[in-house]
């Protein structure tokens, strides 16, 4: 079974997988396909035994680990925890569920449906809404400071000139007045850091979905994170593997 970022999943006989592709013969056929492993969460075998996983999938148990929460069995129990641990033995992948001082126990990863952390969660949208903000101040500033490039001036004066705009007046390092666009600087970026945490609260970020309780349901939300450096990274091994090829 190989399930998608969205919750669906596919049975099917597996072929081959490479740097790019997931070639398989889905259940009843008799035609081989493939699939982009870029579209696929999670891979597995019917003797619970992960194959393929995605970057994604480990983001997420890097984040909900060390955190309290509650975790969902597809069989329809719950469970709270005060902390939890991951092993990513692609055997035997288990989860270690600490229910309490004193009691704690181990259940296979295939056996959840989702878990829901508490929302210390929302740590990882403070960082992206400062870094999205903040990056976007520095890359409009070299773009504007590119745009008005004089050849005939010197370079360390023109750089200092463009970007001591994004400081406020500091006598000790020469900056004798707030630069203009330090007022937005320092607005924009507190904003964006709550947009992004009330985004991520109302699309529900402290829940992670797992096993889907049926092939043709979805997830309640995608499981897929965006990054700039994964995709920069799995671009790269692309060109790499083609290149090899």
């Known amino acids: ?29 008799v035609d081989k396909d493939s699939v982009l492993l870029s579209d696929i969460y999670y891979a597995y ?28 069995l597809i069989n329809g129990d719950s469970t709270n925890y005060i ?27 295939f056996s959840i449906e989702k878990i829901r952390t508490d929302y210390s969660i ?12 903040y990056y976007s101040f520095l890359i409009s500033t070299t773009l504007d400071l590119f745009s008005k490039w004089d050849s005939k001036r010197r370079i360390t004066p023109q750089i200092w000139d463009n970007y001591n705009d994004l400081f406020p007046g500091i006598a000790t390092i020469g900056l004798q007045k707030t630069g203009v666009t330090y007022e937005s600087f320092t607005t924009i970026i507190p904003s964006s850091i709550l947009a992004s945490m009330i985004y991520d609260f109302f699309k529900k970020k402290n829940i992670f979905h797992f096993t889907p309780i049926f092939a043709s349901k979805k997830f309640g939300r995608g499981m897929k994170i965006f990054s700039f450096k994964q995709m920069f990274n799995s671009q790269l091994k692309k060109i790499v593997f083609k290149f090899r090829k």
């Not at 003797?47 to 997420?60: G, Q």
């Not at 929302?122 to 903000?133: A, H, N, P, Q, T």
Request: net charge negative; charged share 25%; with cysteine.
């Open 1 to 29: 079974m190989f399930v998608k970022y969205n919750g669906l999943t596919s049975e099917c006989f597996i072929d081959s997988i490479n740097e790019e592709y997931l070639f398989y013969i889905a259940k009843d056929s």
């Open 45 to 72: 075998n019917d003797f619970d035994r992960l194959f393929y996983i995605s970057w994604s999938f480990e983001e997420n148990l890097r984040r909900i680990q060390n955190t309290t929460g509650t975790v969902y």
């Open 83 to 109: 902390n939890i641990q991951f092993n990513k033995d692609m055997i035997n992948p288990e989860v270690f569920i600490k229910t309490g001082i004193k009691t704690s126990k181990y259940i296979s990863i």
């Open 122 to 133: 929302l740590d990882y949208s403070v960082r992206r809404g400062f870094y999205y903000s």
